[in-house]
């Protein structure tokens, strides 16, 4: 997509607040888009404007697809991926480069939307990568928003939700309400757990690991 399609119209964050029933978030860019134009996925800061930091870049929004994915990891779809992880190396070098480039990605997000670095995820990416698969939709998120060929799973999950959904057929009709008034309170578990003073809680991170540094060097 260029810049023009990735940057978010006020009508796309409405879209998103209504597709997750809450409040659309420090979504900085659309990560991919349907046949239609609605959003697919939602490209979030890595720095959320409360200070939390926030490593899932790539948010997939669009009810179809989040449903069809929930029902792959229902039907245990992540356990077959994980034994595979342990023994195919060519999946393991996939899922690395995937992680790598989903970083890479997140660091240029963050240069762009004026966020910066954020130390407190340096290294880490989404959904467990690249050693476990702990979360579908992070896969499929990714594999949306770069393109196939990036996130060789998240690419897999696609083509195995196919009869739910396809990038080349629009779903969006009924998906959604789209006459109720935009959604204003956040109740996402998120932001329950997360609330709360930023710098308060960068303080109260920051002792935790001085004391675990200092218990591992006892």
Same mark, same amino acid.
């Given at each position: 997509?260029?810049?023009e399609q990735r940057t978010p119209s006020?009508? $796309? /964050?409405?879209?998103?607040?209504?597709?997750?029933?809450?409040?659309? @978030? $420090?979504?900085?860019?659309?990560?991919? @888009?349907?046949?239609?134009?609605?959003?697919?996925?939602?490209?979030?800061?890595?720095?959320?404007?409360?200070?939390?930091?926030?490593?899932?870049? %790539? %948010?997939?929004?669009?009810?179809?697809?989040?449903?069809?994915?929930?029902?792959?990891?229902?039907?245990?779809?992540?356990?077959?991926?994980?034994?595979? /992880?342990?023994?195919?190396?060519?999946?393991?070098?996939? !899922?690395?480069?995937?992680?790598? !480039? %989903?970083?890479?990605?997140?660091?240029?997000?963050?240069? @762009?939307?004026?966020?910066?670095?954020?130390?407190?995820?340096?290294?880490?990416?989404?959904?467990?990568?690249? *050693?476990?698969?702990?979360c579908l939709h992070v896969m499929v998120?990714?594999?949306?928003?770069?393109?196939?060929?990036?996130? *060789? /799973?998240?690419?897999?999950?696609?083509? +195995?939700?196919?009869?739910?959904?396809?990038?080349?057929?629009?779903?969006?009709?009924?998906?959604? =309400?789209?006459?109720?008034?935009?959604?204003e309170q956040d109740r996402s578990r998120?932001?329950?757990?997360? *609330?709360? =003073?930023?710098?308060? +809680? @960068?303080?109260?991170?920051? *002792?935790?690991?001085?004391? +675990?540094?200092?218990?591992?060097?006892?």
């Amino acid at each position: 997509m260029t810049q023009e399609q990735r940057t978010p119209s006020q009508e $796309d /964050l409405d879209t998103v607040s209504r597709q997750l029933g809450r409040p659309a @978030r $420090d979504i900085v860019e659309i990560g991919a @888009r349907c046949v239609c134009g609605n959003p697919l996925v939602a490209t979030t800061a890595p720095r959320l404007s409360s200070g939390i930091p926030f490593p899932t870049t %790539y %948010y997939l929004t669009h009810p179809v697809i989040t449903s069809a994915v929930s029902r792959l990891e229902a039907a245990g779809e992540m356990v077959t991926m994980n034994e595979r /992880l342990e023994t195919d190396q060519e999946l393991q070098a996939a !899922q690395l480069a995937a992680h790598q !480039q %989903y970083i890479a990605v997140r660091d240029a997000i963050g240069l @762009r939307s004026g966020v910066g670095a954020v130390p407190e995820i340096e290294g880490v990416s989404a959904g467990a990568m690249p *050693a476990r698969v702990k979360c579908l939709h992070v896969m499929v998120g990714h594999s949306l928003a770069a393109g196939p060929g990036v996130n *060789a /799973l998240g690419d897999e999950t696609l083509g +195995k939700i196919s009869q739910w959904w396809t990038a080349k057929v629009c779903a969006c009709a009924g998906a959604w =309400d789209t006459e109720s008034p935009v959604p204003e309170q956040d109740r996402s578990r998120h932001v329950r757990t997360q *609330a709360g =003073d930023p710098e308060a +809680k @960068r303080r109260e991170r920051a *002792a935790k690991r001085a004391a +675990k540094e200092a218990q591992q060097q006892q």
